[in-house]
C-alpha cells in the first residue's frame, strides 16, 4: 500500500515539474493556480485576423458582381456579354436564335411580382427563398 502511495506522489510530483517547465503553474503553489500564457482560448476570435480580412475582401469582391439584362429576351444573370450598343446577349445576337426568346414567341415573362408592385404603388413582396420555390415547382 505504500509503495503505491509513493508511486502516486511521485507522478504527481512529475506532473508538476513539467507544469513548471512548461511554465503553466505558479512556482511555489501547489494549488491549481495555473497561469495560462496570454489570454484564455476560449475568449479568442474563431478565426484569426488574416482569415477574417479573406472573408471581408470575399464580401467586398461579391458586392460588386452585378447581374445583366438582356433588351431581347429580359434573361438575367451574370457574364451575359451584353453588347454595349444594342444591349442584346450573345444569344440574342444571333438573328435565328433572337426570335426563339421574345415576347412574340411567348418566351418574356414579362415584369416581376416586385416590378408589378412597385410600378403599381403596392407593397412590394419578398423574393421567394429557394426552399419556398422548390415547394411551389410542378418539377
Ligand atoms: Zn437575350
Redesign the pocket.
Known amino acids: 500500500m505504500q509503495a503505491h502511495t509513493d508511486e502516486i506522489e511521485q507522478q504527481i510530483q512529475q506532473g508538476e515539474q513539467e507544469l513548471r517547465r512548461l511554465e503553466l503553474i505558479d512556482q511555489g503553489n501547489r494549488s491549481l493556480t495555473i497561469l495560462l500564457k496570454g489570454e484564455d482560448p476560449l475568449d479568442q476570435p474563431a478565426i484569426s485576423a488574416e482569415d477574417h480580412q479573406f472573408i471581408q475582401t470575399f464580401h467586398e469582391k461579391l458586392g460588386e458582381l452585378q447581374m445583366e439584362e ?1 433588351n ?2 429580359h ?1 438575367r444573370w451574370f457574364d451575359m456579354n451584353i453588347g454595349p450598343t444594342t444591349g ?2 450573345s ?2 445576337r444571333n438573328q435565328n436564335r ?1 426570335k426563339l ?1 421574345n415576347s412574340e414567341n411567348f418566351m418574356d415573362p414579362g415584369p416581376s411580382v416586385q416590378e408589378l408592385a412597385y410600378q403599381y404603388g403596392l407593397k412590394v413582396p419578398e423574393p421567394c427563398t429557394q426552399i419556398e420555390a422548390m415547394c411551389i415547382s410542378p418539377v
Open positions: 438582356c431581347n429576351c434573361e442584346f446577349c444569344q440574342c433572337a426568346f
